[in-house]
């Protein structure tokens, strides 16, 4: 008896561990022409200047609507991407996008496209932006890269030469999700980034105790005195709102302002909140003496 249960349940195991492979070799066939069905989107992401309220930048995040199997998280077929070579053709497309829907926002709001390590390793992202900024004519500074501290881990040497290159064309630079995996605090010093932003498990933790508040008050200090600004990801509390902003954090982004939407709808969102502004502080040169 205990023979034949042992047996059944192995049977069981084998049976969703072959459900598991048979979606990730799905997901891995269809994604190549997923693109070209037009099944790849961005959506975007607000992020909001915690002193005055504006809409600073947007977050590009890509989206998979599978045609039979419905929306596919970007956690899921990102890493598949990844391993089959696809994130290339992905990231070329999410950069294209991201630079053609920028136009339609405000001058002062950036756009932010995920980078993946194999994109920085593969060779073909300096011609990737250049041509995505050449064929839109999206000044420079109006897009940002980011990419997560694994690009680090190996050898940084190349990694840093290709970032450089990057800074070279005029684009901002973030390191992502700073805290997660193997962090490191030399991370925020061996290149010169114009954005960190910490992890959002650390904003959880400030509902729950102190250290997400300490570890955010410790990459501030570092982060200001190499120049970065410094953006707290996954806001979603007045609460947490209120904390962050009494640490001196720069930009928030988070379910708290607003989740990723399609390009329509973040353009409605910065009209609404810009709309809400106070008026502008007139410049300090102007000011009576
Ligand atoms: P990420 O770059 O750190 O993006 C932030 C993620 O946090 C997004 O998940 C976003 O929807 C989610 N998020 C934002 N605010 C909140 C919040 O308040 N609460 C919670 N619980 N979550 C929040 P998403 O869109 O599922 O993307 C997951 C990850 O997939 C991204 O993390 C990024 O690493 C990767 N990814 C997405 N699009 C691309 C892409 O085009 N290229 C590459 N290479 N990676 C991408
Ligand atoms: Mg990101
Ligand atoms: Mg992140
Ligand atoms: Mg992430």
Same mark, same amino acid.
């Given at each position: 008896?205990? +023979? ?26 269809? #994604?190549?022409?997923? &693109? ?50 696809? &994130?290339?053709? *992905?990231? +070329? /497309?999410? &950069? %294209? ?14 756009? %932010? ?19 995505? #900024? ?8 109006? #897009? ?21 290159? #990057? ?6 630079? %973030? ?20 954005? *960190? +932003?910490?992890?959002? %498990? ?13 570890? *955010? ?20 509390? /007045?609460? !947490?709102?209120?904390?962050? !902003? ?23 969102? &910065? @009209?609404? *909140? ?10 300090? @040169?102007?000011?009576?003496?």
């Amino acid at each position: 008896e205990a +023979k034949a249960r042992k047996k059944g349940s192995v049977s069981v195991y084998d049976q969703s561990l072959r459900e598991m492979v048979e979606r990730r070799l799905t997901l891995e066939n269809d #994604l190549r022409d997923a &693109i070209g069905k037009g099944e790849i989107t961005p959506h975007y992401q607000i992020q909001v200047d915690l002193v005055t309220g504006a809409v600073v930048g947007v977050e590009a995040l890509a989206r998979w609507h599978h045609a039979q199997l419905g929306p596919i998280p970007p956690d899921e077929f990102i890493p598949i991407a990844e391993a089959s070579g696809q &994130i290339v053709d *992905i990231g +070329k /497309h999410m &950069i %294209a996008c991201a630079c053609k829907d920028a136009l339609r926002l405000p001058p002062n709001v950036q756009v %932010a496209v995920n980078l993946s390590v194999i994109q920085i390793m593969q060779g073909e992202i300096m011609e990737t932006t250049a041509d995505a #900024l050449m064929a839109t004519r999206l000044p420079p500074d109006r #897009l940002k890269l980011e990419v997560t501290e694994s690009v680090m881990m190996a050898d940084p040497k190349q990694p840093i030469a290709v970032l450089s290159e #990057l800074r070279y064309l005029g684009v901002s630079l %973030a390191l992502d999700d700073f805290g997660t995996g193997y962090s490191s605090l030399s991370y925020l010093t061996t290149f010169h980034w114009d954005e *960190i +932003k910490i992890d959002r %498990a650390f904003v959880n933790d400030l509902d729950t105790d102190s250290i997400g508040l300490s570890v *955010i008050e410790a990459v501030l200090v570092l982060a200001k005195k190499t120049g970065a600004k410094v953006v707290v990801e996954g806001v979603e509390t /007045h609460k !947490q709102l209120e904390l962050l !902003q009494g640490t001196g954090c720069d930009i928030g982004q988070g379910y708290f302002f607003g989740k990723p939407v399609p390009i329509d709808m973040a353009c409605a969102q &910065i @009209r609404e *909140i810009n709309k809400a502004l106070p008026g502008q502080p007139l410049p300090a @040169r102007r000011k009576d003496k």
